[in-house]
């Protein structure tokens, strides 16, 4: 497997963009837009910004579009997902325009396609799969979460399955709360996503998933990343859904957490 093929976990689980902190509500309906601060799991070193905007209708997202703004204050990355077709399996694409990698999902009919492509020049790669749930891709896991947060609670071990569009493949995923702890002086849960042997090349054991228990919001992602470093690989980060902006992103440039603040 190269490491290209991980892409598929992006703050998607994304580093996975989630979902907002828990002191916001999310609305019924309309836009909800939030950021999460990105650092290097080792050394703790700041590395983007995921700005994330939502649509919502009937108290339901509709499409979800993230800007990934790098240390220089300049967008790195584009992803925008669609929801209309099923709550947990987006059809999404993925740009990192530096190098030309693009992957996502789409529906050709009432075909599901996962699809990769690996530089500006390579060829498209494509594999055709079915909905067979419980299942998410992309930052719908955070749906299968919530849909499941009571028995995650319980101590129940969940399985899920997981379409990853950066490995071509349906993998199996197991989650399971592992402990608690505390964010901004709130009492959070950690949930544990293990994915049998795909992690063992990052040297990763597993995905971190801490959660308000009361919200059921996502408040910080550590695993797997969806972005490159200097090597033109994927590498483990921290994504932090904080309240406030850090001081190292604002004096990178990083945008406001607010609707329209990278548009132009």
Same mark, same amino acid.
């Given at each position: 497997m190269t490491i290209?093929?991980a ?6 689980l994304?580093a996975?963009?989630?979902?907002a902190?828990a002191a ?13 601060y990105?650092?290097t799991l080792?050394? !703790?070193?700041y590395?983007?910004?995921?700005h994330?905007?939502?649509q919502?209708?009937?108290?339901r997202i509709t499409?979800?579009? *993230?800007?990934?703004i ?8 584009h992803?925008?997902m669609?929801f209309n077709?099923?709550?947990?399996v987006p059809?999404?694409?993925?740009e ?16 599901w396609?996962?699809?990769?492509r690996?530089s500006?020049?390579a060829?498209e ?5 079915s909905i ?11 749906m ?5 947060? !009571? ?5 129940e @071990?969940?399985?899920?399955n997981?379409a990853?569009?950066g490995?071509q ?8 709360q @592992?402990?608690?702890t505390e964010?901004?002086g709130?009492q959070a849960v950690v949930?544990d996503?293990?994915?049998d ?6 040297f990763?054991?597993s995905?971190?998933l801490?959660? !308000?228990?009361d919200s059921k ?17 994927v590498?483990p *980060?921290r ?5 406030e902006?850090p001081?190292?992103?604002?004096q990178?440039?990083a945008?406001a957490?607010e609707?329209?603040?990278?548009d132009?």
């Amino acid at each position: 497997m190269t490491i290209r093929s991980a892409l598929t976990w992006t703050g998607a689980l994304l580093a996975l963009g989630f979902t907002a902190p828990a002191a916001l509500a999310a609305p019924a309906d309309g836009a909800r837009c939030f950021n999460g601060y990105a650092y290097t799991l080792q050394g !703790d070193n700041y590395r983007y910004t995921e700005h994330h905007e939502q649509q919502r209708s009937n108290g339901r997202i509709t499409t979800w579009d *993230v800007d990934y703004i790098g240390t220089n204050g300049e967008p790195i990355a584009h992803k925008h997902m669609d929801f209309n077709a099923s709550d947990t399996v987006p059809t999404y694409t993925l740009e990192i325009p530096a190098n030309g990698y693009r992957e996502g999902i789409r529906r050709e009919g009432e075909q599901w396609v996962m699809f990769r492509r690996d530089s500006a020049d390579a060829p498209e790669k494509t594999k055709s799969f079915s909905i067979k749930a419980p299942m998410a891709a992309d930052s719908g896991f955070d749906m299968l979460v919530r849909e499941n947060f !009571d028995r995650l609670a319980a101590g129940e @071990t969940v399985p899920f399955n997981f379409a990853a569009a950066g490995r071509q493949a349906v993998i199996k995923l197991l989650a399971s709360q @592992t402990g608690t702890t505390e964010f901004e002086g709130r009492q959070a849960v950690v949930f544990d996503a293990e994915l049998d042997m795909f992690l063992v090349n990052f040297f990763v054991d597993s995905l971190k998933l801490t959660y !308000d228990p009361d919200s059921k919001r996502l408040l910080e992602y550590r695993g797997i990343g969806n972005m490159h470093n200097d090597a033109g690989e994927v590498y483990p *980060v921290r994504v932090t859904y904080a309240s406030e902006m850090p001081d190292v992103a604002r004096q990178a440039g990083a945008p406001a957490a607010e609707c329209g603040s990278t548009d132009g």
